[in-house]
């Protein structure tokens, strides 16, 4: 069964700092991994995609690795400000070629609270 | 990208009612789906609502509880029939484009429904 774990549930962090939130997956087969950003009462926005061969993406302060021989994906968000507080979700997507659509394996989210 | 609104934005509902959301895409999509986020879970795929044919239904959803319409590649609806509390949940209208194996996905702002 395709599965995806996040850690840690939640996290709280003052403004300014770092923080790197964790995704392992066991999904098959593989076709690429995103991370979403849920601001509450919204739809996810994607925040990176990467492909198998693909093991760095940098969207502004977030940057995402994938270590597809583990299967193990992190975000790492740097210098943080209120407006990233939300849900971070990781999502596999599974299949290969025009299969793949819509075959995504949600991680359960990490709740992310940034105080001033 | 593209632009997804849905109606209604947030809707309490009596036991045993049906309510119809609606989704619009400012484009044309191939793919468009609905998904269900449950209070304090992830996101989980309802069906794949097809253009000019029946929708593709996850294990678990069926077409009597959850009827879609695609009548045209910018528009869809879904009703969530004959509802309970257990029904209460945000329902979510997706779209994906672009090549298969890295496709973008979208996600709609949401339908909150609290069935009473």
């Known amino acids: 069964k395709n599965q995806v774990e996040q850690s840690p549930q939640s996290l709280i962090i003052l403004e300014g700092k770092n923080c790197t939130l964790q995704?392992?997956?066991?999904?098959?087969?593989?076709?690429?991994l995103r991370w979403y950003k849920q601001d509450t009462g919204r739809g996810p926005v994607s925040l990176t995609i990467?492909?198998?061969?693909?093991n760095t993406k940098s969207n502004g302060r977030y940057t995402a690795t994938l270590d597809a021989d583990t299967k193990q994906s992190s975000l790492h968000i740097t210098a943080s400000q209120l407006s990233d507080s939300a849900s971070y979700i990781c999502?596999?997507?599974?299949?290969?070629?025009?299969?793949?659509?819509?075959?995504?394996?949600f991680g359960q989210g990490t709740i992310l609270t940034v105080h001033p | 990208s593209a632009v997804i609104s849905q109606k209604p934005s947030r809707d309490i509902c009596q036991r045993g009612t049906s309510l119809t959301i609606q989704c619009q895409v400012d484009?044309?999509?191939?793919?468009m789906f609905w998904y269900r986020q449950q209070p304090g879970q992830s996101l989980t795929l309802i069906a794949t609502?097809?253009?000019?044919?029946?929708?593709?239904?996850e294990s678990g959803f069926v077409i009597d509880k959850f009827p879609i319409s695609r009548p045209n590649l910018t528009f869809s609806t879904l009703t969530v029939s004959n509802m309970s509390p257990e029904d209460s949940s945000i329902y979510l209208c997706?779209?994906?484009?672009?090549?298969?194996?890295?496709?973008?996905?979208?996600f709609g702002p949401g339908t909150r429904l609290t069935v009473t």
């Open positions: 997706s779209v994906a484009g672009g090549a298969s194996g890295r496709y973008e996905q979208y």
């Open positions: 995704c392992n997956y066991t999904v098959s087969p593989f076709s690429n």
């Open positions: 990467m492909t198998f061969s693909e």
């Open positions: 999502v596999v997507s599974a299949g290969a070629g025009g299969t793949s659509y819509g075959k995504l394996t």
């Open positions: 484009s044309q999509v191939t793919m």
């Open positions: 609502a097809n253009q000019g044919s029946e929708a593709t239904y």
